[in-house]
């Protein structure tokens, strides 16, 4: 899978929920492990918002729009509970692609507080709209940017270190 | 390294984390399952509890049919005409059964308590009282279980119920993990809830509601079991037992507590109480004391039921957070020796667990305040003044103060407030800011070595949100800020809060903001959570049948400006009708009553009058300083000994 993957647009009407979870799936995994850290959390909670999407079909005008905003909030609930304990994804070295010493750049990113966390992976990751990130995390989209660029000013840091 | 590299490597390390991961095959079936039958846990939590606890108001009453024949529609309309019929209310014998899901309990006699405790090394009984409740005519609700397909659902009928809804179907209020609706008919109130159910399947089951000659009420052909028919209650003896845990130091942490109440009542009033309860958050079915109970994820304020040998027990989180889940996962039956061993040394429980957290207590003793009476013709009531108590009685004051507070989802490391150059005369500040740290987990999250201004300053730009007219707030993790204007407007409140720009790193040149420049009021930088010297006293006068309460607390040195715009800030927020009296420097408040409120930095102490009508202005205007000795031989007369307990 390709970098700055986008959280896939499928259409404004959505024949059935089949089609929408078929194509939602990976990537609602992918977001929720990644704001959790951990897969296994993820994997609960994107199957959890999914089953509670479904109990509602067809009230959600723009269900990925929706999705990310409850994987949002459902993974920063789980932080909540869950504050002592924190996994690594695990990382695969991948030389050619990798050109800095990613693991400590990978414990910094794990590192951000939540919202920043969460813009850096839907900005540079799912390739979202500041519009969009603002309505999953729900905040303004001037507090984006601000998000965004206080992560990377620490993420310079953890590099040139 | 420029920005766009640092960007570039971020990219590369999320797409290396995401091909790491390998995406679960997940059938979307088993995502409608999983919706059709509840979270994390699988399909059997609610059959068992529905099950388990039907067996057992089975032991109860059998309906008697009814003489109605109504088909009783969710959309207003009846389709049957109703024929008056008496409503019989003979009552079998109730016959034993043995639910098969649920392990027995030991007998328990005619109206004693349930006798439920947890592992003695993790938890203390610290107050237990035992309460008598008369018998209660006044007309209930008939209660009605039903387990559809392992989604447990709960009718209530009564009557009067009022006049009957326009025609249409209810509107289901959906909560957690909850749907419910209520409506009349034909005189009659309905009230059914739902866990764990689609809106669709619920909106099934309330149309398929249908009241039977030969067995009752019915959902989907089936009959409801009856588990209280609504006549009142037959009162008695009612329990209500305290809970404190015991830390890995041995010590007990008053300031975290757990109540469980305890009565002799039907089922049906524990579904009565589970349809409230569920109110707070999700519902879901564990096992407590070998039996399945409910609890309920307040998110803090969380709450717990049982049924049991012709008990109901409830359980709630009084303060500080307790882990209630892991509370009730520990519950067991106890014998009465071990019972009556618990609850009979629970209030030398208390007191030896204030005495432990006394003496760690570093208490300051400031008998350096000022002295105030008020002239004739008030006349004093009573007196406290715990400059007079001894460091030990001083100590236990404190304790007592701290674990009744619990722990508080939020302390305040500073207060700063800034006033505008041409306002500098003002009682009430342009802006007041306030930093909390939160808490998370058990532990607050520490900001140490930095200063208010270093805080804010990592904040800026990033408004969360704002209330009314007078409040705008950032919350980042665990770290909260708030911004309190008495001034400004809200737009400009908002802009101030995102756009704020020191004129100096610690913050002592205030800022500029539309044209305009703010100095800061406060000084000291003090830390705001720091406990403050045990320096206080109170008085109550009266006059022609009116009372004032006057109290007079010492603030750190240097503290009193920030402790009272503190005060400000919370006034600003939530009264609305902070009023400054004109020419003075005190600040009233309508609470349920009057306040008035005011500071003497010079003196390092806070005051605050409290009464009805003009009384607290009054007396804020007209009192009297005194020396000490005037003041100790004048109230001398009044003065109430310290005593541990409420009102001290």
Redesign the interface.
């Known amino acids: ?5 986008a959280t896939p647009e499928v259409g404004q009407h959505v024949e059935s ?2 089609v929408f ?2 194509e939602v ?2 990537w609602a ?2 977001l929720a ?2 704001l959790t850290q951990n ?1 296994a959390a993820g ?2 909670i994107a ?2 918002v ?3 999407m ?3 079909w067809g009230s959600t005008e723009r269900p990925e729009a929706y999705l990310r905003t409850s994987l949002t909030n459902s993974c920063r609930n789980w932080h ?1 509970r869950n ?2 304990r924190r996994e690594k ?4 070295a ?1 030389p050619d ?4 010493v ?1 693991d400590h ?2 414990d910094a ?1 794990a590192a951000l ?3 920043q966390r969460a813009v ?2 839907l900005r ?2 799912f390739a979202l709209s500041e519009a969009e990130i603002a309505e999953a995390i729900g ?2 989209p ?2 984006v ?3 965004a660029s206080r992560a ?1 000013e620490t ?2 840091k953890e ?2 270190r | 390294m420029s920005t766009e590299a640092v960007e570039t490597a971020m990219r590369q390390v999320l797409a290396a984390q995401a091909d790491a991961l390998t995406v679960p095959a997940v059938d979307v079936e088993s995502i409608k399952q999983r919706s059709a039958n509840g979270f994390a846990g699988g399909p059997a939590r609610f059959a068992l509890a529905a099950a388990a606890v039907l067996a057992i108001v089975a032991t109860g009453v059998a309906l008697n049919a009814r003489g109605d024949e109504n088909s009783v529609s969710t959309d207003g309309t009846t389709s049957t005409t109703s024929q008056n019929a008496s409503t019989t209310a003979e009552r079998p014998a109730p016959a034993s059964t043995t639910a098969p899901d649920v392990v027995e309990s030991e007998p328990f006699e005619l109206g004693a308590p349930a006798r439920l405790l947890p592992p003695a090394d993790r938890w203390v009984v610290v107050g237990h009282e035992t309460y008598t409740d008369p018998p209660s005519t006044r007309s209930t609700s008939d209660t009605y279980a039903y387990d559809r397909d392992g989604a447990l659902f709960i009718l209530t009928t009564s009557l009067p119920g009022g006049p009957d809804d326009q025609p249409g179907a209810p509107e289901p209020d959906v909560f957690a993990n909850r749907v419910s609706a209520y409506w009349t008919v034909d005189g009659r109130r309905f009230g059914l809830t739902g866990f764990d159910v689609t809106v669709e399947s619920f909106m099934e089951a309330a149309r398929s509601l249908v009241e039977t000659e030969d067995r009752g009420w019915m959902i989907d052909d089936a009959e409801l079991t009856l588990a209280e028919r609504g006549e009142g209650s037959p009162g008695g003896v009612r329990t209500q037992t305290v809970f404190a845990p015991v830390g890995e130091d041995g010590d007990v942490d008053l300031t975290r507590s757990i109540t469980q109440m305890s009565s002799r009542r039907s089922p049906g009033s524990m579904y009565a109480e589970l349809g409230e309860a569920s109110s707070i958050g999700i519902t879901r079915v564990i096992q407590v004391a070998g039996g399945p109970g409910f609890y309920i994820d307040g998110d803090g304020m969380d709450y717990g039921l049982r049924y049991a040998d012709d008990h109901v027990t409830s359980w709630q989180t009084d303060q500080g957070f307790p882990d209630l889940e892991a509370f009730l996962e520990a519950l067991a039956v106890v014998e009465a020796e071990r019972w009556d061993e618990a609850v009979s040394t629970a209030e030398q429980t208390q007191r030896d667990a204030l005495v432990a957290t006394a003496d760690d207590l570093d208490v300051r003793v400031t008998a350096d305040l000022p002295r105030l009476l008020l002239p004739a013709p008030w006349e004093l009531v009573r007196v406290n003044d715990a400059t007079q108590w001894s460091p030990e009685d001083q100590a236990l004051h404190i304790a007592q103060l701290e674990s009744g507070g619990g722990v508080p989802a939020s302390r305040t490391l500073w207060v700063q407030s800034f006033l505008a150059l041409d306002n500098r005369d003002a009682v009430v500040p342009d802006i007041i800011i306030t930093v909390q740290e939160r808490l998370s987990g058990n532990a607050y999250v520490r900001v140490d070595g930095r200063t208010p201004f270093d805080v804010i300053d990592g904040f800026v730009g990033e408004v969360s949100n704002a209330e009314g007219p007078t409040v705008a707030f950032i919350e980042r993790d665990s770290i909260f800020i708030e911004f309190v204007s008495g001034s400004l407007s809200p737009d400009d409140l908002i802009a101030f809060a995102e756009t704020l720009d020191l004129r100096s790193e610690d913050g002592r040149d205030g800022f500029d903001y539309d044209g305009k420049r703010f100095t800061p009021r406060a000084d000291s930088q003090t830390p705001y959570f720091e406990r403050p010297s045990i320096g206080s006293w109170s008085a109550s006068w009266a006059r022609d049948g009116s009372e004032v309460h006057v109290s007079v607390a010492a603030a750190p040195p240097g503290a009193a400006q920030a402790l009272f715009d503190g005060e400000l800030a919370w006034a600003l927020r939530s009264d609305g009708d902070l009023i400054v009296v004109p020419g003075e420097p005190f600040v009233q408040h309508n609470s349920g009553g009057s306040i008035v409120q005011w500071a003497r930095p010079d003196l390092d102490a806070v005051f605050i009058a409290f009464g009805t009508g003009d009384a607290p202005l009054d007396a804020a205007r007209n009192l009297e300083p005194v020396t000490e000795a005037a003041w100790v031989a004048a109230t001398a007369p009044y003065l109430q000994p310290f005593e541990l307990g409420p009102g001290n």
Not at chain 1, 89 to 92: G, Q, R
Not at chain 1, 97 to 100: H, P, S, T, Y
């Open positions: 899978m390709s970098s700055g993957h929920f089949d979870f078929a799936w990976p995994f992918r492990s990644f897969p994997e609960e199957q959890d999914l089953a509670t479904y109990r509602r909540r504050r002592t994804l695990p990382l695969v991948v692609r990798v050109e800095f990613s750049l990978t990113i507080p939540f919202r850096i992976v540079y990751h905040c303004r001037g507090t940017k601000s998000l990377i993420l310079r590099i040139e």
